[in-house]
């Protein structure tokens, strides 16, 4: 697997996940709103650029929206895959083509990237997959039928027409003409890479345009680009259950967490999260509730922080070889950290190394 280095510095944001983004010096101005189904934060180092930024941000999300969410019915993703439904009533598992814009292209690019990345344990093609477990609308929704749910799930039982190809075989993407080449019957689902990919790009355009440093977090995907603060930023993380964890300090790595316990619901009786394990095509059974990983791009730390929830107890000699500095909470609140893993770092209770 290529694209990873050894580093050791990091840096993060996530409502949830960090309990808060400081610089030492000076105070960096933030604004946080909500979008995409979850908590977006944007952090300047320069309070004059805050509200062109945020603009900035706004305009690239809705466009994102638009392009490659699942749950929005005018979306260009969501008419793809409701083409796919469609012809797998004809010919179940037969490839087609199409044409896509410019960046659907882009999340798509990212897509098969983080699959490779990750040698194929975190794909888009998983979309049926997450919709047969009971996410097969916007996360709120799922999360307010569960939560009305006595014992078993009161939401509809989805009728799903699993993909009948093997998920290496169901999804390809020609970069050069912007052709997607689809199984029939395959749904895509791009939220294990759009959202670390946006961030990405959107603090390479904010630095294109305006003097200063930008850390944006979408989620549990953060990016950072331009000059940090003096002294980097100081960002605390959380455990599952929202206890303090440790604080680390970066001046440029991004970060990005992964969770089992986050996006959680009840459907028919089980407890359900959104990692699909390809090999199984059910939520990953493992023992970590959270991975955070660091590295260059919020595409690679997102990419190595799913692929290690779905690894298990391979997580950790997994992300060593490659040189991924992790920090992993298990759901026994033990911590373990891969080598490069900030020494600074100030662990709470329940450390285990």
């Known amino acids: 697997m290529g694209g990873y280095a050894a580093h050791d510095r990091l840096f993060g944001a996530s409502a949830g996940t960090y309990r808060r983004i400081m610089s030492l010096n000076p105070q960096p101005a933030?604004?946080?709103?909500?979008?995409l189904g979850t908590s977006v934060s944007v952090v300047c180092t320069s309070r004059e650029v805050l509200a062109d930024a945020v603009s900035v941000v706004r305009t690239r999300l809705s466009e994102l929206d638009r392009a490659a969410s699942r749950f929005r019915a005018d979306s260009e993703l969501a008419r793809i895959n409701m083409l796919s439904g469609c012809l797998a009533a004809i010919d179940p598992g037969a490839m087609f083509t199409t044409r896509v814009g410019t960046t659907l292209a882009k999340c798509l690019t990212a897509a098969v990237h983080t699959e490779q990345l990750t040698d194929g344990l975190v794909c888009a093609s998983l979309g049926a997959e997450?919709?047969?477990?009971?996410y097969d609308e916007d996360f709120a929704a799922v999360r307010a039928r569960s939560t009305a749910a006595v014992a078993v799930s009161t939401g509809p039982q989805p009728n799903v027409?699993?993909?009948?190809?093997?998920?290496?075989?169901?999804m390809s993407f020609d970069e050069r003409n912007d052709e997607l080449s689809l199984a029939a019957g395959s749904t895509l689902d791009l939220g294990s890479s759009a959202k670390a990919w946006a961030a990405d790009a959107i603090v390479d355009e904010l630095t294109r345009h305006a003097a200063g440093g930008f850390l944006l977090s979408l989620g549990g995907d953060v990016?950072?680009?331009?000059?940090?603060p003096p002294d980097g930023w100081a960002v605390g993380l959380r455990r599952p259950d929202d206890s303090d964890l440790m604080v680390v300090r970066s001046t440029g790595q991004a970060l990005a967490t992964s969770s089992t316990q986050r996006r959680q619901w009840l459907f028919n009786g089980s407890t359900q999260h959104h990692i699909i394990d390809p090999r199984t095509g059910a939520p990953?059974?493992?023992?970590?509730?959270?991975?955070?990983c660091a590295a260059p791009t919020a595409l690679q730390a997102n990419a190595a922080s799913t692929a290690a929830v779905i690894?298990?107890?391979?997580?950790?000699?997994?992300?060593?070889?490659r040189g991924i500095p992790a920090c992993l909470v298990a759901t026994d609140n033990r911590v373990v950290l891969?080598?490069?893993?900030?020494?600074?770092?100030?662990?709470?209770?329940?450390?285990?190394?």
């Open 30 to 35: 933030s604004v946080t709103f909500p979008a």
């Open 311 to 321: 690894l298990d107890s391979s997580a950790p000699r997994w992300l060593s070889q």
């Open 130 to 134: 997450l919709v047969a477990c009971g």
């Open 161 to 170: 027409s699993q993909p009948q190809r093997p998920v290496a075989q169901r």
């Open 338 to 353: 891969t080598p490069g893993w900030p020494e600074t770092a100030d662990v709470g209770p329940g450390r285990a190394l």
């Open 284 to 292: 990953a059974r493992t023992q970590w509730a959270q991975v955070s």
């Open 223 to 228: 990016a950072t680009a331009g000059s940090p």
